[in-house]
């Protein structure tokens, strides 16, 4: 019987328990004169078994068709390493008996059942681990491919499986720690030292490909969701970074596109490849997530120094920021003024079309409301243009550069992808859903710019989005101001000074009393109009006084930090390079890499959404509504001013119709509702913002970015919301008795 006990142990099939039964129940044929303990015994021994045969029918599964390698690794290390060790004790307890070991053989040669099953105890509670870790990664007990166990699922397990407080779950724990960790920094290192994705496990990895047009290199991103715990935001940032870098190089190289501005000492990627190999050889197991970082952060700067700052050297991102700042932040006002004259133009002369369209097909005019690509690109060229006769004797590499990569286009949906400079954006404002980029155009165009590679290192895709989104934010309010403005070079609207009669009719009644009339008109005219100059008069102090606020002082005083912090020397590129000496780099860097850069910038961009408003829903939604009820203002005063020139007219040409005049009396109406409209948004726009004054004091002012990477930028920290209310003050209207702001 303790042959068939110790047979049954290593998973043969033996006669003492039933082949098919699930708790491994004694065999009521085999052994029928067992008492009740003996019984009790061997159950034990038989679930022991049980869990033993499943084991290892279970793992060589897995093994065999897991998808994920991590898992496949950690199962061969169970079923050939640890099982084994199982085996092994079996072994040593048979030996034991053969030699009659007194530890285990009692008087007589009679060997108690329960020390036989004594010998086993400790592997009650070590067997039923490793079976429940087997049905964790066992792919069929999930019902969807997409729910199945991933090599980072199965480390953060076992990690929380070593601190159970057994001391052999624990060393179990430990060592399928060190086999899935290594398998998972095999998978890094194809990555990090080749740019290439693990040859098997791909499905398993968290940097996933996507395909790009022909001629471009692949695009990828990052899968949180397969990241050990261990790996933290910036790290997975920094690794997807590496990669991304060496396999841009490689494309550029294969394609034979890669332009260096100088030839430099670079040293061939296998002996950069093998001074990276020796930075994660140097990692311990299991990892320890601040020597990972440390790695990572030196492979990352070892690789600026002797790749990146020759792919994308510090010249090219200051030419990219500039561009950003001049025609996105709007500091050249020429764009700003020459981009909308542009689109005045060319909406005047739509709308010129439009009632001989209306008349023909309505609904091609309705139709044509809407503005293509084309046209909108057309203006772009136009504004360009017109930028370039100013008298430039310099270069303008920003100016080039933004001809080249900024374009006018309609908004598509689904056009945001994450790139390798996409690392903080869960921690980011969220902005607001209002658009503001139908204001310049009919319909809704916004500015975008081609970031392609290798300029996506630096910036991503979404981020473009938020400068296009600040761009039309800025403009709109830019283009109300100057549209209001421009009510005021209509003399005619501001003046009414009629002809006197000529000299002949000069001093008789009948020559004054021809024109009384005309003054009676006048005169009612410049007192129904005061309302609307008050209110106008109102809207373009706000507006001049936000739009000075957000472009002279919250942009102008964040990008002077951040371009000073651009340029000033990296304060940690001496520790750095001592502690990457043996890359055989003999120049110290001077400036940060492209990485921590990209870091930074993205801590700025957040930093200047929040200090834009953008993020705040409320606010927002009342600056659209003052700006939509502007404009309508803006529209019936002009067409106001063009039917009482038109009765003008027909009064001195004797011709006067009522139904001209029956528009004038249509038009005043809805000039007033459109003025007390816009009157209602100025008090709700100034209203909301000293809402905005009280909730944003103290560490509520500025932007919390604690515990997001931002590669050592510090924000611009300054100018509050009270800085704008005190210059609203002092240009307060008032109109029958209160306040229009």
Known sequence: MLHEVLLALSGHPSPLFDKDAAAADLSHDGVPLLSPSEKDLLESIGRLSQLHRRLRTRLDEIAASHHSTICRAAANSVRHTHLARFQTKILDVESR???????????????????????FDEWHRLMNWYWSLTCYMDPQRNASPSEECSGAGLIDKLRAESQTGFP????????????????????????????????????????????????????????????????????????????????QVRHYEQHAQLQMKAQPRKAQHSQLANVHLKHLSLLSFPIVPAQLARAISAIRLSLSQNVLQHLLPLEDIVVLLTCLRRYFLLEDGEFTLALVQEAEARL???YQNMGRLLQQDPIKALQGLSIKDAELNQALSQTWKALAMRDDSEENPAFEFARTHVSLSAPRKNQTRPSSSDSITAATPKMTRIAFNDMLFPSAAYLTMDANAPLELFISPREV????????????????????????????????????????YNATEAGRAAQAPARVRARKRAVAARKIWATCSAAMCLLSETSAYLEGEIIKCCWDQFDAWLHEPNPSAEDSFTASADTNTPEKPTHRDPETLAAGHRAFLAALTYALFLTDVPYTKELRSLLGNVDQLIALFVRLLEIQAKIDLEQEAGLATDHVEDDERKIALEIDRARKRVDSDLRSVIGRLRQLDQERIGAARYLDLAGV?????EPWKGGGVDRLLMKLEFGKVREDGYDII
């Open 348 to 350: 005047n002369a739509r």
């Open 709 to 713: 990477e931002t590669g050592g930028f």
């Open 168 to 247: 052999d779950i624990e060393a179990s724990a430990t060592e399928l720690i060190t086999i899935a960790e290594t398998a998972w920094l095999r998978q890094v290192s194809s990555w990090v030292l080749y740019g290439k994705l693990p040859a098997h496990g791909a499905d398993d990895f968290f940097v996933k490909a996507e395909r790009s047009t022909e001629g471009q290199p692949d695009d990828f991103t990052k899968d949180s969701t397969l990241l050990p715990k261990i790996v933290s935001p910036a790290t997975a940032s920094s690794i997807l970074f590496i990669g991304k870098s060496i396999h």
């Open 97 to 119: 008996i053969l030699s009659k070991d007194a530890s285990i053989v009692g008087a007589y040669d009679i060997v108690p059942l329960a020390s036989v099953v004594g010998e």
């Open 465 to 504: 989005e938020t400068y296009s989104a600040i761009n039309a934010y800025l403009i709109s309010v830019r283009r109300a101001h100057l549209r209001l403005a421009d009510l005021w070079k209509r003399t005619p609207a501001r003046r009414e000074h009629p002809a006197p009669p000529g000299p002949q």
